[in-house]
């Protein structure tokens, strides 16, 4: 897991002015790396992804 952490996010602007974030979901992280048990950690992780994102890209 050591590779994807710590969580990165890529933030770019089109030709458009249109802002972009992308980045790993927690529920990737899980599958990708087989992690068993931490469904709850993820799910908070996840939703404080969600709510940094909304608040960058917001105008």
């Known amino acids: 897991m050591a590779i994807d952490l710590p969580q990165k996010v890529h933030i770019?602007?089109?030709n458009n002015?249109?802002?972009w974030l992308t980045?790993?979901?927690p529920t990737y992280l899980?599958?990708?790396h087989n992690i068993k048990g931490c469904?709850?950690?993820l799910n908070k992780v996840a939703?404080?992804?969600n709510k940094l994102s909304m608040?960058?890209?917001a105008k």
């Open 30 to 32: 899980q599958e990708r």
């Open 23 to 25: 980045y790993n979901s």
């Open 39 to 41: 469904e709850e950690v």
């Open 47 to 49: 939703v404080v992804l």
């Open 12 to 14: 770019s602007q089109d």
């Open 55 to 57: 608040a960058a890209v």
């Open 17 to 19: 002015g249109q802002v």
